[in-house]
C-alpha cells in the first residue's frame, strides 16, 4: 500500500483532481438549470407532476445504460459523464429546492406582498434565502450519488478515481483497489463535511431565532 503511494502519487492525485473537476462541472450545470426549473414549477403549478415525474424517470434509468444511449450521440468522454450526472443531479436539486419554496411560510409572502415586494423582488430578497437551506442539502445529495456514479463513467473514456478501480479490478490488483475506495470515501467524506457546514450556515440566516 505505502509503495504505491511513494510511486503513484502523482497518478493518484491527478486522478482525484479529474474526479473533482467533473463533479464541479456537473454542479456548474445543474444548480442553474434545476433552479429555473424550480421556480418555473413554483410558479406554474399544474407542471410539477410532469417534471418531477420525468426527473424520476430519468434517474431510474442506469448508469451504464444511459452512457450507452448517450455515446452514439455525444461521444466517449467527460462530455457524456456530465450529462448524465446533470440528469441524475436534477432529481435531488429540483425535489428539494421546490420543497424549500413550499415550505415558505404563506404569512411571510403576504407580510411581504403587503410591503410592496415586486414578484422578482420577493423571489431573491425572501423565497430564495429561507429556500437555500433545502438547496444546500439538495446539492449534498447530488454531489455524494455524482461522486460514486462518476467512478462508472471510466468505461466511458472519463478520467477520474475510476480509472484507479477498474485497472485494479482488470488487473487483480487489491492494492489499487483499495487506494481507489480509499480516495472515492475521503472525497465523499470531505465534500458532505463541506456541504454540511455550508447546510448550517444558511439554516442560521434563514432561521436564526430557531437555530
Same mark, same amino acid.
Given at each position: 500500500?505505502?509503495?504505491?503511494?511513494? $510511486?503513484?502519487?502523482?497518478?493518484?492525485?491527478?486522478?482525484?483532481?479529474? $474526479?473533482?473537476?467533473?463533479?464541479?462541472?456537473?454542479?456548474?450545470?445543474?444548480?442553474?438549470?434545476?433552479?429555473?426549473?424550480?421556480?418555473? *414549477? $413554483?410558479?406554474?403549478?399544474?407542471?410539477?407532476?410532469?417534471?418531477?415525474?420525468?426527473? !424520476?424517470?430519468? +434517474?431510474?434509468?442506469?448508469?451504464?445504460?444511459?452512457?450507452?444511449?448517450?455515446?452514439?450521440?455525444?461521444?466517449?468522454?467527460?462530455?457524456?459523464?456530465?450529462?448524465?450526472?446533470?440528469?441524475?443531479?436534477?432529481?435531488?436539486?429540483?425535489?428539494?429546492?421546490?420543497?424549500?419554496?413550499?415550505?415558505?411560510?404563506?404569512?411571510?409572502?403576504?407580510?411581504?406582498?403587503?410591503?410592496?415586494?415586486?414578484?422578482?423582488?420577493?423571489?431573491?430578497?425572501?423565497?430564495?434565502?429561507?429556500? %437555500?437551506?433545502?438547496?444546500?442539502?439538495?446539492?449534498?445529495?447530488?454531489?455524494?450519488? @455524482?461522486?460514486g456514479i462518476a467512478c462508472i463513467?471510466?468505461?466511458?473514456?472519463?478520467?477520474?478515481?475510476?480509472?484507479?478501480?477498474? !485497472?485494479?479490478?482488470?488487473?487483480? @490488483?487489491?492494492?489499487?483497489?483499495?487506494?481507489?475506495?480509499?480516495? *472515492? *470515501?475521503?472525497? @465523499?467524506?470531505?465534500?458532505?463535511?463541506? %456541504?454540511?457546514?455550508?447546510?448550517? +450556515?444558511?439554516?442560521?440566516?434563514?432561521?436564526?431565532?430557531?437555530?
Open positions: 500500500m505505502t509503495a504505491y503511494l511513494l $510511486h503513484y502519487y502523482g497518478y493518484m492525485l491527478r486522478a482525484a483532481a479529474s $474526479h473533482i473537476e467533473m463533479i464541479a462541472l456537473v454542479m456548474l450545470f445543474a444548480i442553474p438549470v434545476s433552479a429555473a426549473l424550480s421556480v418555473l *414549477v $413554483h410558479v406554474f403549478r399544474f407542471l410539477a407532476v410532469p417534471v418531477i415525474t420525468i426527473l !424520476e424517470i430519468l +434517474y431510474t434509468i442506469p448508469s451504464l445504460a444511459f452512457f450507452a444511449i448517450l455515446t452514439p450521440i455525444s461521444g466517449l468522454g467527460v462530455k457524456t459523464a456530465v450529462i448524465v450526472l446533470v440528469c441524475y443531479s436534477l432529481f435531488f436539486l429540483v425535489r428539494n429546492f421546490l420543497a424549500g419554496l413550499e415550505g415558505i411560510d404563506p404569512l411571510i409572502i403576504e407580510a411581504a406582498q403587503a410591503m410592496g415586494y415586486s414578484r422578482a423582488g420577493m423571489f431573491l430578497k425572501i423565497e430564495l434565502p429561507l429556500a %437555500m437551506p433545502a438547496l444546500i442539502a439538495g446539492t449534498r445529495l447530488a454531489c455524494m450519488s @455524482s461522486i463513467a471510466y468505461a466511458i473514456g472519463a478520467e477520474g478515481i475510476g480509472s484507479i478501480l477498474f !485497472e485494479g479490478m482488470r488487473q487483480m @490488483s487489491y492494492v489499487k483497489i483499495a487506494w481507489g475506495v480509499i480516495l *472515492v *470515501v475521503t472525497l @465523499s467524506v470531505a465534500v458532505n463535511n463541506l %456541504m454540511a457546514a455550508a447546510e448550517r +450556515y444558511f439554516a442560521r440566516r434563514a432561521d436564526p431565532g430557531r437555530t
